[in-house]
């Protein structure tokens, strides 16, 4: 599994950010580490990136809604919980958590502001959180009649539900949980703390368990996060989806135009291949013809390959009978090779092989020559190249080197 990078923010407006690199395979090895946040976020590269989010910014409830569907029950809740918030909903960001029991969702909110300025620096650096997590949600939820308290120098943390607690000054502490008595009293406080926390927890009126141990708070909170007991903040239009449809959105046109440019060229290419492919079908038919004319009594089903070879076989002492075969290979090989000729007649005297062609290009005629010149083995001679009205006749003479 990948290694994952936690980041929580310390002091937001310097971006000084407290950070751990934890593997799922060695949990054990956790070490923060204070950072400004630029640099911490060069280490990203090939980790899950997950944020860790004040407690003291994100407020937690619930809201029943009739719907199963995840998806509608995040588009109603702020007008559900209109009547229950003071702040205007159309600045807000909700998250849900997994439908209750009960039926109820639990909901995550915070301002919009807060979710623009936590990814902010993020996106600055092309990185995209696999999460956002509200630090509250990262303690254990209460077990039994036990509530998890995580304590730092100037604020301590409780978790007092499955999804709900809340973030408070050290010494409201007292004030908060005599108003979570008058619903459920917790008998247990089970505080997590590092060394550094001057709090005495033995004036409560509760039952004290001191978990201390912890480097920083940040392991405390590393340690105790479970994905499935928290909420993901990004949802809604914060959605890993919906952030990568808003980069993709202005690039749309420039990318069509780029599919429709490659499918233009493959089509292009694609028609460009199939021209050359009949005309190369037209010149073998062509070549096939004139071996016809020029041993009529081979069979009419052999290929000209095939042809070619059985009457060399036949010839094959024939003397003047072999050279002439010897040149209507060369000449039906560097036809078809080249393209653009078309013999018109073959006459074969004096050892020599002299071809009728036409064509409708001169520079046909240089490619033929030039094939010739590669195959020392056979003499190409030029005897007449004529053009005319678009047309060119060539006739040329063929001789063993």
Not at 41 to 62: F, Y
Not at 195 to 207: E, I
Not at 242 to 251: D, F, H, V, Y
Not at 365 to 380: A, C, I, V, Y
């Amino acid at each position: 599994m990948r290694e994952i990078l936690y980041i929580r923010l310390r002091d937001p407006l310097r971006a000084i950010a407290a950070y751990a690199i934890a593997n799922p395979d060695a949990p054990a090895s956790i070490l923060v580490r204070t950072a400004p946040l630029e640099e911490i976020l060069q280490q990203a590269l090939g980790r899950r990136l997950i944020l860790l989010v004040p407690a003291s910014e994100v407020r937690l409830t619930q809201v029943d809604v009739p719907s199963r569907q995840p998806s509608k029950a995040l588009q109603a809740a702020p007008f559900i919980l209109e009547d229950r918030i003071a702040e205007d909903v159309e600045a807000l960001h909700f998250a849900l958590g997994p439908r209750q029991a009960a039926g109820h969702y639990p909901v995550a909110l915070t301002a919009q502001s807060n979710m623009e300025n936590w990814l902010a620096p993020l996106r600055a650096a092309g990185l995209m959180p696999d999460a956002v997590i509200p630090e509250t949600l990262c303690l254990p939820p209460p077990a039994g009649d036990a509530y998890y308290v995580l304590a730092e120098p100037d604020q301590v943390i409780v978790r007092n539900g499955a999804y709900s607690g809340y973030c408070c000054a050290s010494e409201d502490l007292p004030f908060y949980l005599q108003t979570d008595g008058e619903a459920m009293a917790p008998a247990t406080l089970r505080v997590l703390m590092s060394a550094d926390v001057p709090t005495d927890f033995s004036t409560l009126d509760h039952a004290v368990e001191l978990r201390a141990g912890y480097s920083d708070p940040l392991e405390a909170l590393i340690r105790h996060y479970r994905p499935e007991q928290a909420i993901n903040l990004l949802q809604g239009r914060y959605s890993r989806r919906e952030s990568l449809a808003r980069l993709w959105r202005p690039w749309r046109l420039t990318a069509a135009l780029a599919l429709a440019v490659f499918l233009t060229a493959v089509m292009a290419n694609g028609i460009w291949a199939w021209r050359l492919d009949r005309a190369a079908w037209a010149q073998d038919a062509a070549n096939t013809q004139r071996f016809r004319q020029a041993f009529p009594d081979e069979p009419t089903s052999l290929a000209l390959s095939l042809a070619l070879q059985q009457k060399e076989s036949q010839l094959s002492g024939g003397g003047k009978h072999s050279g002439l075969l010897q040149l209507l290979q060369q000449i039906a090989l560097g036809l078809k090779v080249t393209g653009g000729l078309k013999v018109s007649d073959l006459q074969f005297r004096d050892d020599a092989l002299f071809a009728d062609l036409t064509g409708t290009d001169l520079q046909a005629l240089e490619k033929l020559r030039d094939w010739f010149k590669s195959h020392p083995g056979t003499r190409m001679d030029v005897q007449t190249a004529n053009s005319n009205d678009g047309s060119v006749q060539i006739r040329i003479k063929l001789s063993a080197a």
